[in-house]
């Protein structure tokens, strides 16, 4: 053992096991503190860390209790005890190893065990900061020389050590981000705080090489996030805020209908597998069908009007003649060719005010329009191609009137709560940033220009640079129905992008989902989009294409298990039901129960962080937020007393009560 090394000793082991030490203290320390040749140092802090040399390595130790007497030893009457200069010992456990040659790597796991005796040792900086790896916080980046040698972060601060004095607690860059993250704790307990903390920590990098390739995107359902990220714009770093109020108004977030894929209409719509789901998949192939112009596509939209104008006429339901011929007359005005329109109609000489036809030109007609009748001919299948929402209503007519053509008589009564739901859902103040009309001569909105606004990025020259590396989407204003409508489709409109992107994993996307418990849900949802499908695929797919997930939520035992076992990082807040501790404790069983007895003491703004960004789960507090986001906690002495007359500190938007 080296001479500095003999100047830090603490204690020596007097007790040795597999999964437990015991270190008696020197005589003469005064509560647990040592002064070292460096500085003050207070050991016996749980948590706290000791080095035990054997050969060539140290032991790495964690302080989980303390004491003045050692229970195997006799008990000495009160009279005989004297509590200062008792013996005092430490219970530590092993957690790794650390060789004493600089520059090598801790690794876990106890290979060596150290003799009765051997020397323990308080724990230096350098060391904590080979133990966790961080040594080195920052790297020079290559290929860039403007300014020279411009820096990058390896390592984030992310706030100060509760158990090593003005500690920095650092996390690795690429472990922390390369996989999913979790930041749970009590409401209250400053999760929001942490995220808003974490982002400004990393964004506020102070020299030119900055965070510019990130991507964060925030699906802020409680509005706060805005004024703590805002700031940060600036010196090529863009913050961008889609607020989303259900509302079609200007400057507000819009969802156009056909971006939504077929499963998310067959959820939201609640279509049964049996008899609803092919009606509605037929209905959503028409859509794109009938706008298509090609020679392939004429032949399959003629072959279907002449199926429904035949059943229309020809069928045994309960509809009058007027409504028939009415039916007949809008799928002509709508999706006329130039065989088959309203024309027709009246070259027949049809009555439109009485529906029936002059000189019994009824038969002649049909004959004329069964002539487009094809055999085997296979309907479109959806494809997304931009449709006004109100065609979609018809063509669930239409795909019932096929239906029906081909003997299936009761299919319009089997499909009557499907219709109903559609009903509503385009009656509904709150979906009409999801119901758009298709412009005259505008432009429409398309999946590409929409996801390049969602990622932050613009076109310039030919090629996607970024402009916005935070992307808000406020959803306060709206309810949890739309929220995991919208958190689904953009979830998976972002996979399905970066799954099928070249090069693949090459432009990393995080989206931070704040109070995840409310749509990414253990139990089945209560409402039609079922977020979980599409969220436990990104948690178990999404890293291999650059897709992370940062959950934030104060019901970890809520949350889909799917989506939290594989998050590889934990910052854990405070936490006290016993349902939460034990959801935790399952999905970390690597994490020892010393550790886990933390959580329901821990402080506000103090967390426990563990996982393969850090080495050793480490309490710490954390780094200030500023300015922080709007979850402050009510300030209610200041709020409740007041002299009589003072006007109440609130305001009432016109449409809150709707």
């Known amino acids: 053992m080296s001479r500095d090394d003999r100047k830090r000793a603490i204690g020596k082991v007097v007790s040795v096991a597999a999964d437990r030490f015991i270190i008696e203290m020197h005589a003469g320390t005064d509560n647990f503190t040592v002064v070292g040749f460096d500085d003050v140092h207070y050991v016996a802090r749980l948590g706290s860390f000791l080095m035990i040399p054997v050969q060539t390595d140290y ?9 003045e ?4 030893s006799g008990s000495a009457s009160a009279g005989e005890l004297n509590k200062a200069s008792s013996a005092k010992f430490l219970d530590v456990v092993p957690v790794g190893m650390l060789p004493q040659e600089r520059g090598a790597k801790f690794r876990f796991g106890v290979s060596i065990y150290p003799s009765l005796y051997a020397d323990a040792l308080y724990a230096l900086d350098t060391e904590l900061d080979r133990v966790f790896e961080i040594d080195v916080a920052t790297e020079t980046a290559p290929g860039l020389h403007v300014p020279p040698a411009p820096t990058r972060y390896r390592a984030l601060s992310i706030g100060k050590s509760a158990v090593f004095e003005g500690y920095d607690v650092k996390v690795k860059i690429d472990d922390f981000f390369g996989g999913h993250t ?7 307990s400053g999760k929001s705080c942490t995220v808003s903390s974490v982002l400004q920590s990393l964004f506020e990098k102070a020299d030119e090489n900055r965070a510019r390739g990130a991507t964060f995107v925030v699906f802020d359902v409680n509005g706060e996030y805005w004024q703590a990220l805002s700031p940060l714009a600036g010196n090529g770093i863009g913050v961008n805020r889609l607020i989303l109020d259900g509302s079609a108004n200007a400057n507000r977030f819009r969802l156009p209908h056909w971006f939504l894929d077929q499963t998310e209409w067959e959820l939201l719509l609640q279509a049964s597998e049996r008899t609803q789901i092919p009606v509605l998949r037929t209905a959503l192939g028409l859509t794109g069908m009938f706008r298509a112009n090609a020679p392939e596509a004429l032949v ?3 072959h279907f009007m002449a199926r429904c104008i035949t059943e229309c006429f020809r069928g045994a339901d309960g509809d009058s003649p007027v409504a028939k011929f009415h039916r007949v007359v809008s799928l002509l005005q709508k999706y ?12 027949y000489g049809a009555n439109f005010q009485y529906g029936n036809f002059q000189n019994n030109n009824l038969e002649a007609f049909l004959n004329k329009v069964g002539e487009k009748l094809r055999d085997d001919v296979e309907l479109p299948s959806y494809d997304r191609t931009p449709f006004a929402f109100d065609d979609l209503e018809e063509c669930l007519d239409f795909a019932i009137l096929y239906e029906e053509s081909h003997g299936n008589r009761q299919i319009r009564d089997y499909c009557s709560q499907m219709l109903t739901r559609f009903k509503s859902l385009k009656e509904r103040p709150d979906f009409q940033f999801l119901r758009h009309d298709l412009p005259g001569a505008g432009i429409v909105p398309s999946i590409e220009s929409f996801l390049q606004g969602l990622l932050g990025l613009q076109i310039v020259a030919g090629l996607p640079v970024k402009q916005n590396q935070i992307i808000i989407v406020d959803m306060n204003a709206v309810e949890d129905e739309v929220v995991e409508l919208v958190s689904s489709v953009l979830a998976r409109m972002t996979f399905r ?3 099928q992107a070249e090069p693949r994993n090459r432009f990393p996307v995080h989206l931070l989902l704040e ?33 992370f997930l940062f959950v934030a939520s104060q019901r970890p035992s809520e949350l889909s298990k799917t989506v939290l076992s594989q998050c590889s990082n934990f910052v854990v807040h405070r936490i006290q039901n016993p349902d939460d501790l034990s959801q935790i404790r399952q999905m970390t069983p690597f994490i020892s129960d010393s550790v886990l007895k933390r959580l329901p003491s821990l402080p506000k703004q103090h967390a426990l962080v563990f996982g393969t960004s850090v080495n050793l789960p480490t309490t710490f507090r954390v780094r200030d937020a500023n300015p922080l986001p709007e979850s402050d906690d009510a300030k209610i002495r200041d709020l ?19």
């Not at 979790?182 to 209250?188: C, E, F, I, S, W």
């Not at 949802?525 to 969220?535: E, F, L, P, T």
């Open 59 to 67: 032991v790495v130790v964690e302080v989980v209790g303390l004491r």
């Open 182 to 188: 979790a930041v749970l704790g009590n409401t209250g």
């Open 515 to 547: 109070e995840a418990h409310r749509y990414i849900s253990e139990a089945p949802s209560r409402y039609a989009i079922d977020a979980n499908r599409i969220y436990e695929r990104i948690a178990k797919e999404g890293r291999k294409y650059g897709l």
């Open 69 to 72: 007497r050692d229970p195997g």
């Open 640 to 658: 409740w007393f007041h002299k009589e007359g003072d006007p109440a500190n609130i305001r009432f938007r016109a449409d809150a009560a709707r």
């Open 497 to 499: 992008l970066l799954r």
């Open 336 to 347: 006329p060719t130039e065989d088959l329109n309203v024309n027709l109609l009246r070259h």
């Open 300 to 302: 399959i939209k003629e």
